[in-house]
Every structure is written in C-alpha cells, then in structure tokens.
C-alpha cells in the first residue's frame, strides 16, 4: 500500500511533515527559517523562550511552533506582520530581563540574542530592567555563572537532565526571583555537578562562561583546529580554539560522531598541558644517570634492538606490553599486533591509568 504523505500548508507553500512532527520540525526540514533561543532537537520542547511563535488560520493567539504538531491542512505564516511584531516584542523582553551590555560580553559575535535583535532589528528597549541580579558565581576555576544575562531559556537544564543525564540543575525559586541552581542554590562546585560543560555549550548567551577563556580573545580572533581528544579510546571529535599558538579553549564538533558536541571534564577542560614547560618534545635514551636527547629513527633502532636481544637471550614470553585505555583503539590494535606478531608472545594487557 502507498504510504500517505501529509501535508501542511507553511507562508502559502505545501510542506510534507511525517507523523509526530511539529511545525518547527516540519519547517526546518522544508528549509523554512523559524528562529528559536531554548530548542534543542536531542530534547524535548519546552516552548520557554517563545522566539519561534507563528500564526494559524483560525487560531486566536500565536503558537509556539517548537511544541505545535504538525497537522494535515494547517495553514501556517511564518513571518507575517503579527508574527514579526511579536518576535520583536519576545526579543525585546528578553533584553530587558538582564544586563545586556554587549561591548563587554565573552559572548559577543557568537550569541544568539544578539543575533535576533540584528535580524528583527530591536534597537531600543522600552520596559524597565531589574534593579538587582543575583551574584555572578565564579568561585570554580572552570564555568563563570553571570545570573545577569541568563535568560532562563532552560536549555543547561535540559543538558545536563537529559543530555548528560547528571542531574546538577534545575530551575529554582519563582517569578522575578527565577534563576538556575544547582542543589538548592549551591555554588556548583559544592553540588552534584561534575564539570562536563555541556550547560555551556549549549547556553545561547553569555550567561555561562569558560573561565580560562575570559578575556584572552573574541570568538573571530580564535582559529579553530580540528582534532581528536587524547585522554580515552572513544576517540571525540573537538575543536581546538588557537589564538597565537596557544589553546584558548575547547569545544566538541557538532554533528559529529561519537560526541556530537559533548565532551568530559577532561576533554573541554584539561588542555593545559599542552602548553607545559614540563612536556617532554624529543625522545631521550638513558645513559648511566643522564638522559641523551636523540632522533626518533635513533630511539626506535635502539629500542628494537634492545627488543631482539632479549628475545634471543630469554625467549619471547620474557616480553610483554602494557597498553592505555586513554590511547586510541587504532594505537591499542596495533600494540597487540607488535606483541603477538613481533614478539610472538600473548603478554598483552593494559592499564587504565597509564
Ligand atoms: S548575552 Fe548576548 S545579548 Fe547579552 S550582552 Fe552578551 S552578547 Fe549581548
Ligand atoms: S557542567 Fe555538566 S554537570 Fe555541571 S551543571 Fe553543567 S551540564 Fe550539569
Ligand atoms: S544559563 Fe544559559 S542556557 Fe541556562 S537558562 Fe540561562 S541562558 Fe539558558
């Protein structure tokens, strides 16, 4: 039997939407721009940020299209007048909700609100700010918590409960008084949080912050390297952001296997390092109590022979090898195969904290 397709009518074009779908979904897929700051496709929708509101034919009010099914026949304006004066009005509120002074902000070129007040050109904002914000956390050496530029799109709550599944924040108290907390309103170091950074990955603004990144370039100074991370097997893809040679900070790349964005503590946080006066650059062979800086070809002659001569003297099984869960799976095969093929023993294992 023909599967049906149904169909939705969007700005006077017939889009398809499969069963389930909602109009943002059915939108995007059809390559309609409906903006939002708080919808992320992994989670549920949860309609907080009310950027993505669009018309009905017949529908009083305007829906929020990230939490609307799709529904065969609906007749949907994407960017009509009333949805564009309302999107500026949602814009607009959410600026006035904090301190909103871009000059200064980490997140300047890469924030989400300011780009939709470009976009829908909201220039001036007419309601009153709060007097007061609660306190900018920033007693951890990791994430900055600026209270005053959250605009409880709820989407680090979100990250970190369904993502993440850490369960370290919720949203706490109630009208003007909201905000994020973690515990009961702890600071996060002294709550279940484990320092993932996945709330900051996916905050649209500048209310969570990399620390270590503070100040030290903007987002268009920053050259982003691709590489994979070192610290475990599993092989996640990241970006290094690189500014005069040294690492600025780290992020996961989206859309891309296994990650898809997210890292650990270790991956988005332990890049120093990198940078260390400590690390060693060049092989050294031992030489009584010194140690002689030497070539690799040098270093790898030297420790093959070395390898030989003990297998000839005592026999392959007086060999073996301990690898590291933190290399990668390509690195651990090719160990064994040196093992088992090389030397001809099955003196393999391995050690996580190697
Ligand atoms: S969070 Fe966005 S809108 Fe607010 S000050 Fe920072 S860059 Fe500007
Ligand atoms: S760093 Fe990770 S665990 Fe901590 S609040 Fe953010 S998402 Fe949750
Ligand atoms: S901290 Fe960021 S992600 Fe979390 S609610 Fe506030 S603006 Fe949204």
């Known amino acids: 039997m023909a599967e049906t397709i149904n169909f939705l009518i ?3 074009k017939k889009v398809p939407f499969e069963p389930g779908q909602t109009i943002l979904e059915a939108g995007r897929a059809a390559g309609v721009d409906i903006p939002t700051l708080c919808h992320m496709k992994q989670c549920r929708p949860t309609g907080a940020c009310r950027v993505c509101l669009v018309e009905i034919k017949g529908a009083r009010s305007l829906v929020t299209a990230c939490t609307m099914p799709a529904a065969p026949g609906l007749e949907v304006q994407t960017a009509g007048e009333r949805v564009i004066a309302a999107r500026r009005l949602v814009i607009e509120l959410l600026l006035a909700s904090g301190r909103h002074d871009c000059v200064t902000c980490e997140s300047n070129g890469q924030c989400l609100l300011q780009d939709l007040a470009y976009r829908y050109q909201v220039e ?3 309601f009153p700010r709060p007097g007061q914000y609660p306190l900018t956390e920033s007693f951890n050496p990791l994430i900055i918590r600026d209270f005053s530029k959250c605009i409880l799109c709820g989407r680090c709550v979100q990250a970190c409960n369904e993502i993440q599944v850490n369960q370290a924040i919720s949203y706490g108290y109630r009208g003007s008084r909201s905000k994020i907390v973690a515990k009961g309103d702890l600071p996060l170091e002294q709550s279940d949080c484990v320092f993932c950074g996945e709330c900051l990955r996916v905050c649209p603004v500048g209310a969570l912050v990399e620390k270590k990144a503070k100040g030290r370039g903007r987002s268009w100074e920053l050259t982003k390297v691709r590489t994979t991370c070192t610290y475990c097997g599993v092989g ?4 290094l952001h690189v500014k005069n040679g ?3 900070k780290v992020t996961g790349v989206e859309e891309a296997e296994p990650n898809r964005g997210s890292l650990c503590v270790k991956g988005r946080f332990g890049f120093e390092f990198v940078h260390s006066e400590e690390r060693l650059t060049a092989p050294l062979i031992r030489e009584g109590e010194e140690f002689r800086q030497v070539s690799w070809k040098e270093a790898l002659e030297f420790t093959a022979e070395k390898f030989k001569e003990i ?3 005592y026999g392959p099984d007086s060999l073996a ?3 590291s869960a933190r290399a990668a799976n390509e690195e651990n095969y090719l160990m064994q ?11 393999i294992d391995h050690c996580a904290r190697l």
């Open 236 to 239: 996640c893809q990241m970006h």
């Open 311 to 313: 297998k000839q003297t």
């Open 124 to 126: 001036g904002v007419r």
């Open 337 to 347: 195969k040196l093992v088992r093929a090389g030397f001809g023993t099955n003196n």
């Open 246 to 248: 040294r690492i600025i």
């Open 10 to 12: 969007m700005d006077g």
């Open 321 to 323: 090898a301990l690898t």
